[in-house]
C-alpha cells in the first residue's frame, strides 16, 4: 500500500455490507473514508450494482446510501475501455473483467473485496495490483498505521 493515504477500489459487496450492517469490517472502513484516513474509489459499475442490490435486499438503507454519497462522496473512476476489460478476462471471469479494469485503470492501491471465489490471489498477480478481503485490508492499514507511529 502506499505511504500517502490508502486509495483502495471498492468493490459492491463491500459497499453493501457496509450499509447493510454498519458495526461490519467495511462498515468500519466506510468510516474511515468520512473521517479523511482512506479515500475509497468505485466505479459506476459498482455504484448501480449497490444500488440495484439494496434497492432489492434493503430498500431501507437506501437513503443511507444516498446521505453518505452526498455527504463523503467517492472517486469514481473512469469507465474502462472495451480493451482494457479484455485484458482482464485473462486474469478474472467476464463478469468482474469490469471491475478489476476500473481498479487498474483508476490507478488505486488494492481491490478490496469479499468475492475471494473470483478476486483471487491469481487475479491479482495476472493484474498487477493487490487484492484483500475487508478484514485483511484492515489488518494492513492498521500494521500500516502501527508502524508510523
Do not use: W
Amino acid at each position: 500500500m502506499a505511504e500517502s493515504e490508502p486509495r483502495p477500489f471498492f468493490d459492491a459487496n463491500v459497499l453493501f455490507s457496509a450499509f447493510y450492517r454498519p458495526s461490519s469490517v467495511p462498515g468500519a472502513l466506510l468510516r474511515r473514508h468520512a473521517q479523511g484516513t482512506l479515500s475509497i474509489v468505485v466505479s459506476s459499475l459498482v455504484l448501480r450494482e449497490v444500488t440495484r442490490s439494496l434497492r432489492r435486499k434493503q430498500p431501507l438503507y437506501l437513503p443511507t446510501l444516498e446521505a453518505f454519497l452526498t455527504d463523503t462522496p467517492l472517486e469514481i473512476a473512469p469507465a474502462p475501455s472495451e480493451e482494457a476489460i479484455g485484458t482482464m478476462t485473462g486474469c478474472i471471469n467476464a463478469k468482474d473483467a469490469p471491475i478489476l479494469a476500473a481498479a487498474i485503470g483508476s490507478g488505486a492501491d488494492c481491490v478490496v473485496s469479499g468475492n475471494t471465489r473470483h478476486f483471487t490471489q491469481d487475479a491479482a498477480r495476472c493484474a498487477g495490483i493487490a487484492i484483500y478481503t475487508p478484514a485483511a485490508f484492515l489488518a494492513a492499514l492498521d500494521r500500516s498505521n502501527d508502524a508510523r507511529r
